[in-house]
């Protein structure tokens, strides 16, 4: 019994991950959007992510991978790697010398 909680706990621990990339100033400029994401056929297929934004600025990207999408990646030996990616858009930088928003 013990080394079925053991290995349950390790997944786990070990299943969750998270990647964020953030611009050195940021300024965002709209609130997060999630878009769900996968790669198939270890890594060969991948459905192209656009981001909409008005500003066509990035501000952040967050990839992250729960337990469950880190099960299903394990059980079909990353043959189809779902992920959750987060994404935030950027405001326009003002002018020199302007203060408005």
Not at 24 to 47: F, L, Y
């Amino acid at each position: 019994m013990r080394p079925l909680i053991l290995i349950a706990c390790v997944i786990t621990l070990a299943g969750c991950a998270e990647h964020r990339l953030v611009v050195q100033r940021p300024n965002p400029g709209t609130p997060p959007t999630t878009v769900d994401s996968a790669a198939i056929g270890w890594g060969a297929s991948q459905k192209r992510t656009v981001a909409k934004c008005d500003s066509n600025i990035i501000d952040e990207v967050r990839v992250k991978q729960n337990v469950g999408q880190a099960l299903v990646s394990v059980l079909t030996l990353g043959f189809y790697m779902p992920t959750t990616i987060e994404y935030v858009c950027g405001n326009v930088p003002s002018e020199v010398g302007n203060t408005d928003n």
